[in-house]
C-alpha cells in the first residue's frame, strides 16, 4: 500500500455548481485512480472552486488560460527544486493570489488536491480578514479564504511532478487574503 503524505502552505500574498455525480461520490472525496490531463484539471477545479464560491454566496470564478500558464511555471519550478514555497512574484503586477499544494506523487486526485484546501472551511468564521479562524491563526483558513475571496473572479491552475511529490499552483486575480477586508 502506497503512503499518501501531504504539504500544505498558508497563502502569504495578499462553471456552474457542481452536480453530485451519479456515483454519488464528490469529486474531492474519490480516492480511486484518475486520469491526470489538462481538461480534467481544468474541470475538476472549477468545479471544486465553483462550489465552495456558490455555498459562500458569491460569483463564479472564470478559468484564465495566462494565470494557468504562470501557475504551470511556478509549480515545475517547485518540482524541480524540490522546493515547496511561495512565488515572491517579484516585479509582478498586479500581484496574483497563489494557493499551494504538495503531496506524494500519483496518491492524490486533482479533486482531493483542491479538495483539501477547500476542507480549511470547518475552521473559517465571517470577520475582518486575517481575524477569520476558529482557530486563532488565519494560515489555518487562508487556501480557503482565497477561494472564496469575494472581489477574486479568474483562476488558473496546474500541477508538475517530480521523483516523490506532486505540486498543484493556482493562481487568482484579484488577489484575495486582503489584510482588513470583511468577509461576511
Same mark, same amino acid.
Given at each position: 500500500?502506497?503512503?499518501?503524505?501531504?504539504?500544505?502552505?498558508?497563502?502569504?500574498?495578499?462553471? /456552474?455548481?457542481?452536480?453530485?455525480?451519479?456515483?454519488?461520490?464528490?469529486?474531492?472525496?474519490?480516492?480511486?485512480?484518475?486520469?491526470?490531463?489538462?481538461?480534467?484539471?481544468?474541470?475538476?477545479?472549477?468545479?471544486?472552486?465553483?462550489? /465552495?464560491?456558490?455555498? !459562500?454566496?458569491?460569483?463564479?470564478?472564470?478559468?484564465?488560460?495566462?494565470?494557468?500558464?504562470?501557475? /504551470?511555471?511556478?509549480?515545475?519550478?517547485?518540482?524541480?527544486?524540490?522546493?515547496?514555497?511561495?512565488?515572491?512574484?517579484?516585479?509582478?503586477?498586479?500581484?496574483?493570489?497563489?494557493? #499551494?499544494?504538495?503531496?506524494?506523487?500519483?496518491?492524490?486526485?486533482?479533486?482531493?488536491?483542491?479538495? #483539501?484546501?477547500?476542507?480549511?472551511?470547518?475552521? !473559517?468564521?465571517?470577520?475582518?480578514?486575517?481575524?477569520?479562524?476558529?482557530?486563532?491563526?488565519?494560515?489555518?483558513? /487562508?487556501?480557503?479564504?482565497?477561494?472564496?475571496?469575494?472581489?477574486?473572479?479568474?483562476?488558473?491552475?496546474?500541477?508538475?511532478?517530480?521523483?516523490?511529490?506532486?505540486?498543484?499552483?493556482?493562481? !487568482?486575480?484579484?488577489?484575495?487574503?486582503?489584510?482588513?477586508?470583511?468577509?461576511?
Amino acid at each position: 500500500m502506497m503512503r499518501r503524505a501531504l504539504t500544505v502552505l498558508a497563502l502569504v500574498i495578499p462553471a /456552474a455548481a457542481l452536480a453530485v455525480p451519479q456515483t454519488g461520490v464528490l469529486p474531492w472525496t474519490d480516492k480511486s485512480p484518475k486520469s491526470r490531463n489538462p481538461l480534467v484539471l481544468k474541470s475538476t477545479m472549477m468545479a471544486v472552486h465553483n462550489e /465552495a464560491r456558490r455555498q !459562500y454566496g458569491v460569483p463564479p470564478l472564470v478559468w484564465d488560460d495566462g494565470l494557468a500558464s504562470d501557475s /504551470a511555471v511556478y509549480a515545475a519550478r517547485l518540482a524541480r527544486l524540490n522546493r515547496f514555497e511561495h512565488d515572491t512574484q517579484a516585479g509582478r503586477k498586479p500581484k496574483q493570489g497563489e494557493n #499551494l499544494w504538495m503531496g506524494t506523487r500519483g496518491a492524490y486526485s486533482y479533486g482531493e488536491m483542491i479538495g #483539501l484546501l477547500v476542507d480549511e472551511r470547518k475552521y !473559517y468564521r465571517p470577520g475582518r480578514f486575517p481575524y477569520v479562524s476558529r482557530t486563532g491563526s488565519w494560515s489555518h483558513v /487562508a487556501h480557503y479564504t482565497q477561494i472564496i475571496w469575494p472581489t477574486s473572479q479568474r483562476v488558473g491552475c496546474a500541477t508538475a511532478s517530480n521523483q516523490g511529490n506532486d505540486y498543484l499552483v493556482c493562481r !487568482y486575480l484579484p488577489a484575495g487574503n486582503v489584510v482588513g477586508t470583511i468577509l461576511r
